[in-house]
Structures are given as C-alpha cells and as structure tokens.
C-alpha cells in the first residue's frame, strides 16, 4: 500500500464531501459515509447510517444553506483504516431568519476502506468560534 496515494485518496473524500455538503446533494453527502457510518456535530444528536444520515442531512440543508472549506492538518492511514484531523470555517445563513454565521470549526474524520473505496465512518466536529 503506497501511503501518499492512500493519504491522497482520502483527501479526495474529504473534498469531495464539502462540494457535496455545500451544494445541499444530500444522496451525494451520504455516500461519502459507510453504510453504517456516523455524524456526530458537537449541538446535535447522532445519527447512525444511511437512513438517519439522510433524515439529518435533509433536515440541516432544509433550515440552513452551509458553504464548508476545510484545511487538512493531518492524515494517518493504518491499514484499512484512516483518520483525518482538519478544521474549517464554515458561512452559515439561517433560512428561517436570515442570520449569517461565520464558524470556526475543528473535525476529526474516521475513515475506512471498502471495496477499494476510502468513506467516512464517523465525522466529530466541534465549532471554536462563531462571529455573528
């Protein structure tokens, strides 16, 4: 296993998450995840596989449109297994309200290899800042 192809791979999901999460593609944001893969955002319950996954999603995309970019600071593939430690800002406007939130935010991604494919099995992230 060469581990910059790996590392780039995984680099690949991430970013291909964000232009998913971004474009509110909720079947698309899914499929970055392991069909038993978990969210987990630091003012929210979990939602554990494909089905939760899409409920929280749709519900997310519906009440707030979301422009994600995230700065990788580190990946570590150990077999069939990765994590990915990033941080992001994060433009948020509440459909409700109008409100505009600019956050700050640091992730940890676990990932895992399956047919060949690297997906998100579980996604934490925490908000640092949040400027109104």
């Known amino acids: 296993m060469d581990t910059q192809s790996e ?3 995984i680099e690949k999901l991430i970013f291909s ?6 474009a509110a593609d909720i079947s698309k944001t ?3 995840f392991t069909p038993d893969g ?3 955002p630091n003012t929210a319950p979990a939602a554990k596989g494909t089905e939760q996954l899409t409920t929280a999603f749709g519900l ?3 009440s707030a449109q979301i422009n994600i970019k995230y700065v990788i600071d580190e990946i570590s593939v150990i077999g069939e297994h990765a994590f990915a430690r ?7 406007l509440i459909k409700a309200t109008g409100d505009k939130l600019l956050l700050e935010n640091k992730e940890l991604f676990l ?12 996604y934490i992230f925490n908000n ?5």
């Open 38 to 40: 978990i969210n987990m």
């Open 86 to 92: 990033t941080n992001s800002t994060v433009n948020t």
């Open 60 to 62: 997310l995309f519906g």
């Open 7 to 9: 590392q780039t791979a």
């Open 111 to 122: 990932l895992r290899k399956q047919d060949g494919e690297w997906k998100i099995s579980h």
């Open 17 to 22: 998450f964000s232009d998913a999460f971004n």
């Open 128 to 132: 640092t800042k949040t400027t109104r």
């Open 30 to 32: 899914v499929a970055s």
